[in-house]
C-alpha cells in the first residue's frame, strides 16, 4: 500500500472521543461503562461558577475484555476543559484503578489502561484535581505490583501537569508522534520564567523536545505508534503480554541521576543531546 | 548555606532533628535520621540551593536532580528495613514553592523525575512505613505531588504562608482566562480553589491543622505541639490497617469523590 492508501485507509485513534478510543481498545461487544452519562455526574464546581460541565465529566471508566483478559479503560475526553481533572473524573480514574487492585488480591487478574488527553488539574477545581491526582498515583502503584498498568497518549491534548507524573508510573507508556508529554506546558513556562526560556509558539521546538517520537527515542516511553486504532490495541496487548517490568521506570533513580550528574546544564540541550544522554546510559529503553 | 536556615522547611527540619547529620552532602535535599516518639525515623526536606547547576530550581523548586534524590532517599529506607518488622516512620518536611519550570526540566524529563519521589513515597506506603508529611510552608502543585502528597497523614501549620496549590495566581489567572482580582473573589466561594489552608482544610485531606503561638521564631511549647502531633499521627498510622490514602475522602466538600466510587463499586461487579 504506498502512504496515501494508508491515510485514507487506517482508522484514526486520534479522531474518535473517550468512549469510542475505549470501545476502540476492548472486544467487540464486552465493553461496559462505568459510573456513566446517564449518573449525571456533572461538576458541582463548574456549575457554581457558571461553566460548561458534562455530564460524565470528561472521563469515560469502562470495563470489558481485551484479548480475553478483563480490562478497564479509563479514557479523558480531551475535548472537555482540555481533558482537565476535577473531582468527579479523578475520582472515576482513582476509585475504577482501586477496585480493579482490589479484584487482583481477590484472584481476579484486572489490568488497567489509562488514555492520557490532559493538561492536568482543572484549575477552577484546584486543590480537590491535585488531590484526586494523588490519588491516581496512588492506586497506579499499588495495581502495578499485581499487573501491567498501561498508559496511552495519542494527541491533540498531550499529556500535562500531575497526570504527566501519573504517566511516569505507569507500567509501559504508548505515544503517537502527535502526542506530547511533559510536566509543565510551554504556557506555563513561558508565563513563569519567560519566552527565552520557552517559546510557546515554536511548534518544532515543543514537538522536538516532548514529541512521542523523542520521548521514545530517549526511552521515556515504549513505543511510538502510528495514529491508527489497530497498533494501538495490538500494541497495548503485546505490551500487557510482557507482563509487570521487573523494574519499572520511575525506580530507576540511581540510572538518572548518574546520567544527569553528566548532563551538560550550562546551555539549552537538543533533542538529540537528551537521546544521547539517556540512551547512552543503560537499560532504559524497554523491549519495545 | 545561609539561605538554607532561613527558609521555613530548613528552620523545622533543623527544630525537629536537632543536629542529627546528613546522610548525603546532597545540597538541595536533605535527609537525615532522628527518633519520632523515641523510634528510629528518616526525615526528609527540599531547600534552596543557590548554586544549582539547573538554574530554574535555585528558589526550592523540586527539579529534576530534587525529584530523583528524594526518589531515592526513600528508597534507601525502605531497603534498609526490607526485612525489619517494624518499620521506620518516614516525615516529609514540606515546603517546596513549586516544581522548576523550565526548557532543560522539560527535555530531560522532569515529568518522570517527580513520578520516581512520587512513586517511591507511595511505595514505602504500601510497604508499612508510617509515612507523614507536615506542611510548614508551600505545597504547590507538582512539588507537593513529589514530596509529601503520598503520606498517610498530612498535618499543616496554621498560618498565612501555609499555602497548598495547584498553581501560582498569576499563571491560574491567565490559564483559566481571568485576572488574579477575578481569580481572588471566586476563591472565597470556591473551596477547592482558595490558596488559604483554612479552606484547604475544609476538604478533609489534611488530619490535623495546627495553631502555634510564634510561627517566625517557634519556641518551646510550639515545638512539643508539632513533635506531639506528629506522634499521634504515627500512632493512629499503627492503629490504621488501611495502607491507601481512604482516610482523605471523608471531607464535608468531597461528596461526589465518595458517590462516585460508591456507584462505581455496585457497578462493578455488575459489568462482569
Not at chain 1, 6 to 27: C, M
Not at chain 2, 99 to 121: K, M, N, P, S, W
Request: net charge negative.
Amino acid at each position: 500500500m504506498t502512504d496515501i492508501d494508508q491515510l485514507l485507509k487506517r482508522d484514526s485513534f486520534i479522531e474518535r472521543n473517550a468512549r469510542s478510543r475505549a470501545r476502540a481498545l476492548l472486544d467487540p461487544g464486552t465493553m461496559r461503562e462505568l459510573a456513566g452519562p446517564f449518573e449525571r455526574l456533572h461538576s458541582p464546581w463548574l456549575a457554581m461558577q457558571h461553566l460548561v460541565t458534562q455530564s460524565d465529566d470528561g472521563v469515560v471508566a469502562a470495563k470489558g475484555l481485551l484479548d480475553g483478559r478483563p480490562t478497564v479503560v479509563l479514557a479523558i475526553e480531551g475535548g472537555f476543559q482540555g481533558g482537565s481533572m476535577g473531582e468527579i473524573g479523578g475520582a472515576k480514574i482513582a476509585g475504577s484503578l482501586e477496585l480493579a487492585a482490589r479484584d487482583n488480591r481477590r484472584g481476579i487478574p484486572t489490568q488497567a489502561v489509562i488514555l492520557f488527553e490532559t493538561g492536568g488539574v482543572r484549575l477552577q477545581e484546584a486543590n480537590l484535581g491535585l488531590a484526586a491526582i494523588a490519588e491516581i498515583q496512588a492506586a497506579i502503584v499499588d495495581l502495578r505490583r499485581y499487573t501491567p498498568v498501561i498508559g496511552v497518549s495519542a494527541g491533540t491534548v498531550g499529556c500535562y501537569g500531575g497526570m504527566s507524573i501519573a504517566a511516569g508510573l505507569c507500567s509501559y507508556l504508548v505515544l503517537t508522534r502527535e502526542a506530547r508529554l511533559g510536566l509543565n506546558g510551554p504556557l506555563v513556562i513561558e508565563q513563569e520564567a519567560g519566552v527565552g526560556e520557552f517559546d510557546a509558539r515554536n511548534r518544532s521546538l515543543i514537538w522536538g523536545l516532548t514529541g512521542g517520537e523523542q520521548r521514545v527515542a530517549s526511552g521515556l516511553a515504549d513505543a511510538c505508534v502510528q495514529d491508527d486504532s489497530a497498533e494501538v490495541r495490538a500494541t497495548v496487548a503485546r505490551l500487557f503480554g510482557q507482563g509487570v517490568p521487573a523494574r519499572h521506570r520511575s525506580e530507576r533513580a540511581q540510572e538518572y541521576l548518574a546520567a544527569l550528574e553528566r548532563a551538560d546544564t550550562a546551555a539549552q540541550p537538543t533533542a538529540d543531546a537528551v537521546r544521547a544522554l539517556y540512551g547512552a546510559t543503560d537499560n532504559h529503553r524497554g523491549d519495545a | 548555606m545561609e539561605q538554607n536556615q532561613t527558609t521555613r522547611g530548613a528552620m523545622w527540619l533543623r527544630l525537629l532533628t536537632g543536629d542529627a547529620a546528613q546522610l548525603h552532602d546532597w545540597p538541595s535535599v536533605r535527609v537525615c535520621e532522628a527518633p519520632l516518639a523515641g523510634q528510629p525515623a528518616r526525615w526528609i526536606a527540599v531547600v534552596p540551593d543557590l548554586g544549582n547547576r539547573f538554574p530554574r530550581a535555585r528558589n526550592g523548586e523540586v527539579g529534576l536532580v530534587e525529584g530523583w534524590q528524594l526518589a531515592r532517599a526513600v528508597q534507601e529506607t525502605v531497603e534498609l528495613d526490607r526485612d525489619a518488622a517494624v518499620k521506620r516512620p518516614i516525615v516529609a518536611v514540606i515546603d517546596v514553592p513549586s516544581q522548576a519550570y523550565g526548557r532543560r526540566e522539560e527535555a530531560f524529563g522532569i515529568h518522570q523525575a517527580l513520578a520516581g519521589a512520587a512513586g517511591a513515597y507511595a511505595q514505602a506506603r504500601l510497604a508499612g512505613h508510617p509515612v507523614i508529611g507536615l506542611v510548614v510552608g508551600l505545597a504547590m502543585s507538582g512539588a507537593f505531588l513529589a514530596h509529601g502528597y503520598q503520606a498517610n497523614r498530612l498535618i499543616a501549620l496554621d498560618d498565612p504562608g501555609v499555602m497548598v496549590h495547584a498553581m501560582g495566581k498569576a499563571s491560574a489567572a491567565r490559564v483559566t482566562l481571568r485576572t488574579v482580582e477575578a481569580l481572588e473573589q471566586l476563591a472565597q466561594k470556591v473551596p477547592p480553589m482558595a490558596y488559604d489552608i483554612k479552606s484547604y482544610a475544609s476538604l478533609g485531606i489534611v488530619s490535623q491543622v495546627l495553631q502555634l503561638a510564634n510561627l517566625a521564631l517557634p519556641g518551646e511549647q510550639d515545638l512539643a505541639l508539632v513533635q506531639g502531633a506528629l506522634e499521634a499521627a504515627l500512632a493512629g498510622i499503627l492503629e490504621d490497617s488501611e495502607r491507601g490514602l481512604a482516610s482523605r475522602l471523608q471531607g464535608q466538600h468531597r461528596q461526589a469523590s465518595r458517590r462516585v466510587r460508591a456507584l462505581l463499586e455496585q457497578e462493578w461487579e455488575a459489568a462482569d
